[in-house]
T-cell receptor, first 114, second 113 residues
Framework: DSGVTQTPKHLITATGQRVTLRCSPR?????VYWYQQSLDQGLQFLIQ???????AKGNILERFSAQQFPDLHSELNLSSLELGDSALYFC?????????????FGDGTRLSIL | AQSVTQPDIHITVSEGASLELRCNYS??????LFWYVQSPGQGLQLLLK??????LVQGIKGFEAEFKRSQSSFNLRKPSVHWSDAAEYFC???????????FGAGTRLTVKP
């Protein structure tokens, strides 16, 4: 158990819809990272927050947004969903920021777009 | 920006045999290097990491990896594979001057009885 909690575990929705994925980081971790894992693109870094502020941005689409709240949990919002957005979305957390921080991953949210 | 390549998409080894998973990186300086393992239906778990110092690093579950600067490699090894090691393995490289971490495409390990 990594200590990182992601909800829901599975999400099925239709094209054009909007969903919110939630992540609670490990106790004491201030950084939260979001990743997308798909068969064709592998594991892609989306975005990182540290103590409520955006720290790094990866291959995140404009239709996607995220935020980290004062209690350090984070939400990833995906809108105008397309079939290609079907993937596993992982949240990870670390104590600090910087690429040297080992990240602890949740079990992911599997998003299926019909 | 840094990049990482895992040349082997899929490897099959017999239980009890030794294992080496390859990882090559591209970065202008010494990066942070990691190996993660992903079991089916689960998130990634950190096996080991290299920051500096001794180029042979020990990790959990009996794994080790060796950083070879001259070859830009960070190969993962295990002397004797167990059936429970069947999983997907990811090498990752982090740049020392930013928050960017890049993951390889992964190597799927199958263990034959």
């Amino acid at each position: 158990d990594s200590g990182v909690t992601q909800t829901p575990k599975h999400l099925i929705t239709a094209t054009g819809q909007r969903v919110t994925l939630r992540c609670s980081p490990r106790s004491g971790d201030l950084s939260v990272y979001w990743y997308q894992q798909s068969l064709d693109q592998g594991l892609q870094f989306l975005i990182q927050y540290y103590n409520g502020e955006e720290r790094a941005k990866g291959n995140i689409l404009e239709r996607f947004s995220a935020q980290q709240f004062p209690d350090l949990h984070s939400e990833l919002n995906l809108s105008s969903l397309e079939l290609g957005d079907s993937a596993l979305y992982f949240c990870a957390s670390s104590v600090g920021t910087g690429a040297g921080q080992p990240q602890h991953f949740g079990d992911g949210t599997r998003l299926s777009i019909l | 920006a840094q990049s990482v390549t895992q040349p082997d998409i899929h490897i099959t080894v017999s239980e009890g045999a030794s294992l080496e998973l390859r990882c090559n990186y591209s970065y202008g300086a010494t990066p942070y290097l990691f190996w993660y393992v992903q079991s089916p239906g689960q998130g990634l778990q950190l096996l080991l990491k290299y920051f500096s110092g001794d180029t042979l690093v020990q990790g959990i579950k009996g794994f080790e990896a060796e950083f070879k600067r001259s070859q830009s490699s960070f190969n993962l090894r295990k002397p004797s594979v167990h059936w429970s090691d069947a999983a997907e393995y990811f090498c990752a490289v982090g740049a020392r001057n930013n928050n960017d971490m890049r993951f390889g495409a992964g190597t799927r390990l199958t263990v034959k009885p």
